[in-house]
């Protein structure tokens, strides 16, 4: 692409260096933001810049805050002593909004995934390990999402702390609620089997 | 969604007013930016700030620039009788990357649409208009897009500028290169015969 402007150039290859920008994308969107008033522009601009130098991760749980311990550790109606762990905020995020939860969450910030470069040391496995071992924590529950990578993480976690005494649950895979039996994958239909639930623990939720 | 951090959620509502982003994905991108270095965010937000507030627009063309009068307009080997019509940025470098254009181009920024609130007042149509009374301009080409906006704005400008003696002609329309015939829709196919070209020019640019 040969832009007539440097500036255009510039915020063009900047803005595609987002993932799943391309050129022709970011162009789209940085003469959107040519056509809106200037203010968007610099709202956009500050939003970011003081959202990654700013912001900061709770020492408790590591997830996403802007004080030192999160709004979830910190509030004495929680139960702290079930750790729900999960890959990132989204996960929070998604956990919360179902409402079945009252726990704490551990954000490892990541999944072990060698092909990525990333191993169990550049995520915040230790800091689990230390709080399952200073025996404040009950039961450990694995929310991480069913990939090669997930199992991997929960197992290299659940080898760390088993001896610990503390429970630990994986949440349920199975059919999802509303989903056609015939048009789920045999892996899940099959684990739904092998996995089957007391009928009494499958009307939990409804 | 429920943020964790004003911060975070600042981020996400800004970049989510972009257009063909919603809250999953700027939250998703938002995300990306924190585990990148924080020189990405910085260079991101300096290049859109610079973009949006130093950009100008060549006073001839008005297409995007970074001087008054852009490389295209003030580069004398240029064919400066020959004006291309076009929408936007976008369709000036499209045209630029086939290399089969010599003359000038003038930039509407954007096309006739009711719809959307755009008259012709806001395009730069007056200033086509002054360029072919003055005399300089011996052939205007419309190059907008083929659709109904398009065709609006094609014959708003020929009506004013008929009657000062510039030939006016409308880039092709009909069957693209490589395309298969039997799957070509109706119109542009009816049409392809109706304004079937002389077999001499059909060689051109082959």
Same mark, same amino acid.
């Given at each position: 692409?040969?832009?007539?402007?440097?500036?255009?150039?510039?915020?063009?290859?900047?803005?595609?260096?987002?993932?799943?920008?391309?050129?022709?994308?970011?162009?789209?969107?940085?003469?959107?933001?040519?056509?809106?008033?200037?203010?968007?522009?610099?709202?956009?601009?500050?939003?970011?810049?003081?959202?990654?130098?700013?912001?900061?991760f709770?020492?408790?749980c590591h997830?996403?805050?802007?004080?030192?311990?999160?709004?979830?550790? *910190?509030?004495? !109606? +929680?139960?702290? @002593? /079930?750790?729900?762990?999960? =890959?990132?905020?989204?996960? $929070?995020?998604?956990?919360?909004?179902?409402?079945?939860?009252?726990?704490?969450?551990?954000v490892?910030?990541?999944?072990?995934?060698?092909?990525?470069?990333?191993?169990?040391?550049?995520?915040n496995?230790?800091?689990?390990?230390?709080?399952?071992?200073?025996?404040?924590?009950?039961?450990?529950?694995?929310?991480?999402?069913?990939?090669?990578?997930?199992?991997?993480?929960?197992?290299?976690?659940?080898?760390?702390?088993?001896?610990?005494?503390?429970?630990? *649950?994986?949440? !349920? +895979?199975?059919? @999802? /609620?509303?989903?056609?039996? =015939?048009?789920?994958?045999? $892996?899940?239909?099959?684990?739904?089997?092998?996995?089957?639930?007391?009928?009494?623990?499958?009307?939990?939720?409804?």
């Amino acid at each position: 692409m040969e832009f007539s402007s440097k500036l255009l150039e510039r915020a063009v290859n900047e803005m595609s260096r987002l993932p799943g920008i391309g050129k022709r994308t970011a162009l789209r969107l940085v003469l959107h933001l040519l056509k809106q008033p200037k203010d968007q522009t610099l709202f956009l601009s500050e939003a970011l810049t003081a959202m990654r130098e700013d912001i900061r991760f709770c020492e408790s749980c590591h997830n996403i805050s802007d004080v030192e311990v999160c709004e979830i550790c *910190s509030n004495a !109606a +929680r139960n702290h @002593a /079930v750790v729900c762990v999960v =890959e990132d905020v989204r996960d $929070v995020m998604a956990i919360e909004n179902t409402g079945q939860f009252r726990g704490i969450y551990h954000v490892l910030s990541g999944k072990i995934s060698p092909i990525d470069g990333v191993g169990p040391g550049q995520l915040n496995i230790a800091s689990l390990v230390a709080k399952v071992q200073a025996g404040t924590v009950q039961e450990v529950i694995f929310a991480l999402s069913p990939t090669m990578e997930g199992d991997t993480t929960n197992f290299y976690i659940y080898r760390q702390i088993k001896d610990y005494g503390v429970t630990t *649950s994986a949440i !349920a +895979r199975g059919i @999802a /609620v509303g989903d056609e039996l =015939e048009y789920a994958d045999e $892996v899940t239909l099959g684990r739904s089997i092998l996995q089957r639930v007391p009928f009494e623990n499958s009307l939990k939720g409804q």
